[in-house]
Nanobody, 124 residues
């Protein structure tokens, strides 16, 4: 069974940087794609980026500040966050799906595999 776990959250000052990790377990092949999402209580979940199938997508809210990279040997995907703002405060999740969900102009919500999130708090 595929399991994902996001980690690396914490408290950071506005303008600072933080790198989150998403470790994947139980993968049966090497072509899984990881998407990143975040959610604030009382608000809808927001897709914040993905890289896969030759596509890279970031919404305008994080474009130019957040970057996704991966280490296939470790089955780990990273979310490098720079120039963080208080509005970035949220619980961050990683997720994947058996089908395609990452496109050049959109990020669909995976339905197959989700894990517990990690809290990022940005102070002003």
């Amino acid at each position: 069974e595929v399991q994902l776990q996001a980690s690396g959250g914490g408290l950071v000052q506005a303008g600072g940087s933080l790198r989150l990790s998403c470790a994947a377990f139980g993968l049966e092949h090497d072509d899984y794609v990881i998407g990143w999402f975040r959610q604030v209580p009382g608000k809808e979940r927001e897709g914040i980026g993905c890289t896969g199938y030759g596509n890279t997508y970031y919404p305008d809210s994080v474009k130019g500040r957040f970057t996704i990279s991966s280490d296939n040997a470790k089955n780990t995907v990273y979310l490098q966050m720079r120039y963080l703002e208080p509005e970035d405060t949220a619980v961050y999740f990683c997720a994947t799906d058996e089908g395609p969900f990452c496109f050049v102009d959109s990020l669909l919500t995976p339905k197959d595999y989700w894990g517990l999130g990690t809290l990022v708090t940005v102070s002003s």
